[in-house]
Nanobody, 121 residues
């Protein structure tokens, strides 16, 4: 089992930045893949970014490439999502997710409770 707790959401103006954090516990953090997903009102949850257990490989949705950066600190059992040049369409609940290192970044097994990000125009 893995427990995930997100933080860092909030309200920001378009063009601004936010950094989300996700603290993990319950399983050896350094052996699990991690990812961020988001869900806007009325839409399905979508993949945003992912990072493998070694930190050597990352993956991003086309809509956030060049603006968002995912990273991990295995010593702190934490991943981050640095979000720059935010747009109103980035408004959503952002979820942290985790999965076995053998699994796809886009098909995690565990989910956090989510944190709201609102970008005003």
């Amino acid at each position: 089992q893995v427990q995930l707790v997100e933080s860092g959401g909030g309200l920001v103006q378009a063009g601004g930045s936010l950094r989300l954090s996700c603290a993990a516990s319950g399983r050896i953090f350094s052996t699990i893949n991690m990812a961020w997903f988001r869900q806007a009102p009325g839409l399905e949850r979508e993949f945003v970014a992912g990072i493998v257990w070694t930190g050597s490989t990352t993956d991003y949705a086309d809509s956030v490439k060049g603006r968002f950066t995912i990273s991990r600190d295995n010593a702190k059992n934490t991943i981050y999502l640095q979000m720059n040049v935010l747009k109103p369409e980035d408004t959503a609940v952002y979820y942290c997710a985790a999965g076995a290192r053998s699994s796809s970044l886009r098909q995690p097994d565990y989910w956090g409770q989510g944190t709201q990000v609102t970008v005003s125009s």
